[in-house]
């Protein structure tokens, strides 16, 4: 279908096919051919004198920094426990600026207390084993084995001497063989007790064996991730605050009863403030992260310096419209800047702002 009349459906969308910069000019031509003193003028001077101020509007309008508008965002951090208790404490009130490290709120602890007593006793236990083990025998039991092997020795020299005794008499012919024989077996006997407790004080100063070091290494180390199982288990039921931010909402009230992972806080830190804003696609190709820019809004006593950290590499429309070469000035591209943290808390979340590029 050609044409320009009401069935053409290109006659309702004339923007598809003409610019920006060519509607003004049709617009001024459309306009009376006479000048202000009455004298006629024909339509090509007309549309010459519109370019001509269109063309002095642009180049003005060329040296202004260019502006976008925008709105602040914000990426809220839900603060909970891996722990679950009666919430005891709540440190933070809704719209409170706190500082990171911050004791935000506390949950019931003494099961948890106690775990963690429990689980240090157990690790002086097992150091205490290992230490008995590394060290041997106390020197109070090695000075008993000591005193036994004095016993031993007087009675080894006691029976070397009857031995000799009898060994003459046996051969003077004075007393029989089976009494020479009892005095060498007592003899022998006593001295290899002698030296048997002579071994027992040298054991008794060792440690003990490598397997049973190792076992009980083992059991130490078992107990010390008791412990710092308990203790973490025990940290968990109170919160602090992961960074400065401002407390958006508490979902919890004291004495009530909280969930493992369940949100008591709401709070937004200062580095997840951001401004969100769309720029033309003839502009997004300049733009690069780290490039500064100035935020602007109402009621703020000066504007706000921020830097791109964030531009999309996808297109959109805005508003959604058939895509042609005509109206390419409706393809946006999305940037996200982020302010200093000393001034994220001046702006809020849903704000309408206005960002000049610099």
Not at 13 to 37: I, Q, W, Y
Not at 300 to 329: G, H, L, M, Q, W
Request: glycine share 8%; charged share 20%.
């Amino acid at each position: 279908m050609t044409g320009n009349g009401p069935g053409n459906p290109t006659s309702a969308l004339p923007f598809l096919h003409k610019s920006n910069r060519e509607a003004r000019v049709d617009r001024c031509a459309e306009g009376p051919a006479r000048t202000s003193d009455g004298r006629s003028v024909t339509r090509t001077a007309l549309i010459a004198g519109c370019m001509l101020a269109v063309t002095a509007l642009a180049g003005c309008s060329r040296h202004d920094a260019p502006s976008y508008q925008g709105y602040v965002e914000g990426e809220f951090v839900y603060l909970s426990s891996s722990q679950p208790g009666t919430l005891t404490q709540l440190g933070v009130t809704r719209g409170q600026m706190v500082d990171s490290g911050t004791s935000v709120f506390t949950l019931e602890s003494g099961s948890e207390a106690a775990a963690l007593k429990q689980a240090q006793q157990q690790l002086v236990s097992a150091r205490a084993q290992l230490h008995d083990i590394q060290t041997g025998k106390r020197p109070v039991e090695i000075d008993v084995t000591k005193a036994q092997l004095a016993q031993a020795t007087a009675n080894a020299r006691k029976a070397a001497l009857q031995l000799t005794r009898d060994e003459a008499q046996y051969s003077a012919g004075g007393i029989p063989k089976a009494q020479l024989d009892d005095s060498r077996a007592n003899a022998e006997s006593t001295a290899a007790q002698v030296r048997e407790l002579s071994y027992q004080i040298d054991v008794a100063r060792l440690p003990g064996r490598t397997q049973q070091l190792g076992a009980q290494s083992a059991q130490v180390e078992a107990a010390q991730a008791a412990v710092a199982q308990a203790q973490w288990k025990l940290d968990q039921k109170q919160v602090s605050a992961p960074a400065q931010g401002r407390v958006y909402d508490t979902l919890f009230r004291i004495g009530e009863w909280v969930q493992a992972g369940s949100p008591v806080v709401q709070m937004l830190p200062a580095q997840n403030v951001k401004v969100r804003f769309f720029v033309p696609e003839t502009v997004v190709g300049s733009l690069q992260p780290n490039r500064a820019l100035t935020i602007h809004c109402d009621g703020c006593a000066t504007d706000i310096e921020a830097k791109i950290t964030f531009i999309s590499n996808a297109a959109e429309f805005t508003p959604p419209v058939i895509y042609s070469n005509e109206r390419r000035s409706k393809l946006v591209f999305l940037v996200e800047a982020h302010p200093a943290v000393a001034d994220a808390g001046k702006l809020r979340p849903g704000q309408p702002v206005t960002v000049t590029l610099r």
